[in-house]
């Protein structure tokens, strides 16, 4: 089975950087999905991590550590469009191969 | 652009109700999954679906059932509504059973059972 773990919510100011942490348990671990979410909206795909490192695709990267069970997704610039919920899903290795999803983190951007 | 649609945004019906969500995508993709989202519960997948005609069980199936009958639509069918079942419905599909094929989600429909 999977245990995946994120915060339930945060806050953040305009412009700042905001990172958001997922931990993940896993008996097989294939790699780590990061999507956004606005409210009434459908999740959008941001990232898959396979290795370890971080990956940065403009103002928003993730990053992943297999050895350590952990991930962390960074928001810089961050701008009022950027409050969303932030999903965090662990692909098993094998099997279904169909991810896990985390509860979600609310991220609330302030003026 | 892949489009994932659902036949409605809004639902409601009374317990004991049979309800019919659909679900079409239009991007030829072998895969469609069901989930339902709650408030402090996440993403949970009722059903999926790997091919035409196929399904396989999810992690919360029970008062649940799906057909797909054609390889663009997948329907989610509540035999008899109940009030547990309240939720946001989501669908989505993915190409192939590749590792790093994410998914693609349609814009949800709230379902209200009363």
């Known amino acids: 089975g999977q245990n995946i773990d994120q915060p339930t919510e945060m806050t953040a100011t305009e412009g700042a950087i905001v990172q958001i942490n997922c931990t993940y348990q896993?008996?097989?671990?294939?790699?780590l999905f990061w999507y956004q979410q606005h409210a009434g909206e459908a999740p959008t795909f941001l990232s898959y991590n396979v290795l370890d490192g971080l990956e940065e695709k403009g103002r928003f990267s993730s990053f992943l550590s297999r050895s350590k069970g952990y991930s962390y997704l960074l928001l810089k610039e961050l701008q009022m469009k950027d409050s969303a919920s932030y999903l965090c899903?662990?692909?098993?290795?094998?099997?279904?191969?169909?991810?896990?999803f985390g509860r979600g983190t609310s991220l609330i951007v302030h003026p | 652009d892949v489009k994932v649609t659902q036949s409605s945004r809004y639902l409601v019906k009374r317990t004991g109700e049979k309800v019919f969500l659909e679900c079409v995508q239009d991007m030829d993709h072998e895969n469609m999954f069901w989930y339902r989202q709650d408030p402090g519960l996440g993403l949970r997948l009722i059903y999926f679906?790997?091919?035409?005609?196929?399904?396989e069980k999810g992690d919360i199936p029970e008062g649940y059932s799906v057909s797909r009958e054609k390889k663009e639509r997948f329907s989610l069918i509540l035999e008899s509504a109940s009030t547990n079942q309240t939720s946001m419905y989501l669908c989505?599909?993915?190409?192939?059973?590749?590792?790093?094929?994410?998914?693609?989600f349609g814009p949800g429909t709230r379902l209200l059972v009363l």
């Open positions: 679906s790997y091919d035409v005609k196929m399904k």
């Open positions: 899903a662990v692909r098993p290795l094998g099997g279904s191969y169909i991810p896990t």
């Open positions: 989505a599909s993915s190409f192939e059973q590749g590792a790093g094929e994410t998914q693609y």
């Open positions: 896993t008996s097989g671990f294939n790699g």
